[in-house]
T-cell receptor, first 112, second 115 residues
Framework: GDSVTQMEGPVTLSEEAFLTINCTYT??????LFWYVQYPGEGLQLLLK?????DKGSNKGFEATYRKETTSFHLEKGSVQVSDSAVYFC???????????FGSGTQLTVLP | EAQVTQNPRYLITVTGKKLTVTCSQN?????MSWYRQDPGLGLRQIYY???????DKGDVPEGYKVSRKEKRNFPLILESPSPNQTSLYFC??????????????FGPGTRLTVL
């Protein structure tokens, strides 16, 4: 079945540091890929998504590129802020559009 | 305001006492789903519904039931809760046509403790 493997955390960075959170996937067909973010005490919200190979999703300074050849969708941000502290989830939607499979989540803490 | 609501937000109960967690969305979404979140495991899908009267099992359906009699509501039922169902539960919905490929809108979560 489909699966998502996400870089384990927690990750602690200083403000303005570069962020990479690795995500790789296993899926049949042509999945859609997502990054969701969960701020403390809240539900998840979509950060960005990509629906086909070589698509780049971007939002709030975050970027991720759908790489079919390496089955990856790594999340990057050039300069993190304290307000980016949250848990980040990589997710995959199957070709049938019925199920959504999440990675285990990466806790990011940004220190001032 | 477009939103997904869940009730209750917090619940402490005892083994075997039936409970229902409600989920409602006001966005006319066709696709709805339930997840549980456990440390180190991320979110795992319990059940999903592509439309009214259409429900199907996700990855961890054991011990749970759902129903979808109206488009806006998707309650999660635990007929006989057990301690291993202690978890944080999220309901989500998305627009029609693309199901899980669409942006999921999540509720605020329900923290359930089963003693």
């Amino acid at each position: 079945g489909d699966s998502v493997t996400q870089m384990e955390g927690p990750v602690t960075l200083s403000e303005e540091a570069f962020l990479t959170i690795n995500c790789t996937y296993t899926a049949t067909g042509y999945p859609s890929l997502f990054w969701y973010v969960q701020y403390p005490g809240e539900g998840l919200q979509l950060l960005l998504k990509a629906t086909k190979a070589d698509d780049k999703g971007s939002n709030k300074g975050f970027e991720a590129t759908y790489r079919k050849e390496t089955t990856s969708f790594h999340l990057e941000k050039g300069s993190v802020q304290v307000s980016d502290s949250a848990v980040y989830f990589c997710a995959l939607a199957s070709g049938s559009a019925r199920q959504l499979t999440f990675g285990s989540g990466t806790q990011l803490t940004v220190l001032p | 305001e477009a939103q997904v609501t869940q009730n209750p937000r917090y619940l402490i109960t005892v083994t075997g006492k039936k409970l229902t967690v409600t989920c409602s969305q006001n966005m006319n979404h066709e696709y709805m789903s339930w997840y549980r979140q456990d440390p180190g495991l991320g979110l795992r899908q319990i059940y999903y519904s592509m439309n009214v009267e259409v429900t199907d099992k996700g990855d961890v359906p054991e011990g749970y039931k759902v129903s979808r009699k109206e488009k806006r509501n998707f309650p999660l039922i635990l007929e006989s809760p057990s301690p291993n169902q202690t978890s944080l539960y999220f309901c989500a919905s998305s627009t029609s046509g693309q199901g899980s490929r669409d942006t999921q809108y999540f509720g605020p979560g329900t923290r359930l403790t089963v003693l």
